[in-house]
């Protein structure tokens, strides 16, 4: 069966109960492209289309523009300045920018913030055609505070070429070493609060590469999990997405896609 016609059938036998899950207040979308046409496995056109706060998802481009403005290079370390974070353990410490990508160390990516400054910043996202490209306001939380906003097919189209190593005035090393630091661990997915089990039964041959990210602004709430997910010679590239006005939990995107992924036959439930 071809891509596809596979992700047609599996959308037509898993939809409805991916769709019964969320609250009707809660809004979410997840996309996955295996090289054709992406198929939409949550969420309607609409959903799909809405602009969000990146959150910590931005650290991808962000650590790209780093590079390529030599802002820092991949060896670079960051000085923590000493002030404790007891609920993000690995913040505690010195970073390079590729050590801070999992455990998505926001103050590493605020003191870069200032260096690349927000002309440069928005005209390296003009070029990746992220979102509205808007990097105005405080330079330190326009990617937090919902000044920056990228839809979940915008985000699918951006790592598209990301994985493809093929984003305009980007090199390969770059790119390459940057996917390397965002290989998660067997089975589980990190992010600022530590490493997470997934509910899924893991094997070889199966890899997760991903970045996550969560904020509330002007009080709507998302989650977020992109990345690319290898099962065996198959690469399925993804985005996530989970938001609402009020709270929603951090991992609320990861459990969506994950999810999904079980009942669509593409991985063993735990």
Not at 105 to 125: D, S, T
Not at 139 to 159: H, T
């Amino acid at each position: 069966m071809n891509t596809a016609r596979f992700f047609l059938a599996l959308l037509v036998a898993g939809g409805a109960t991916i769709a019964a899950a969320p609250q009707p207040s809660t809004h979410r979308c997840l996309l996955v492209d295996e090289g054709k046409e992406p198929i939409r496995l949550a969420g309607s056109v609409s959903e799909c289309s809405t602009r969000l706060a990146p959150a910590s998802t931005y650290k991808i481009p962000h650590a790209l523009i780093d590079f390529e403005t030599g802002v820092i290079t991949e060896t670079t370390v960051e000085k923590w300045d000493g002030v404790r974070h007891p609920d993000q353990p690995k913040w505690n410490q010195d970073h390079t920018v590729l050590s801070s990508m999992k455990p998505s160390v926001l103050w590493f990516f605020q003191a870069m913030a200032p260096k690349i400054g927000a002309a440069r910043a928005h005209e390296w996202l003009e070029r990746f055609h992220y979102g509205n490209a808007d990097t105005g306001g405080d330079i330190r939380q326009y990617w937090l505070n919902g000044r920056l906003r990228v839809s979940p097919d915008e985000q699918l189209a951006f790592l598209e070429q990301f994985y493809a190593v093929a984003l305009p005035g980007v090199s390969r090393e770059h790119i390459t070493h940057l996917q390397g630091a965002m290989e998660q661990a067997p089975g589980t997915v990190e992010n600022a609060r530590g490493v997470h089990p997934l509910d899924v039964r893991w094997r070889d041959g199966v890899s997760l590469n991903a970045k996550t990210g969560a904020t509330t602004a002007g009080g709507e709430s998302v989650s977020w999990l992109v990345g690319r997910l290898t099962i065996d010679q198959r690469r399925l590239v993804f985005v996530s997405a989970v938001w609402a006005q009020g709270g929603i939990d951090n991992l609320d995107a990861v459990r969506l896609a994950f999810r999904a992924f079980v009942e669509q036959h593409l991985l063993p439930a735990r």
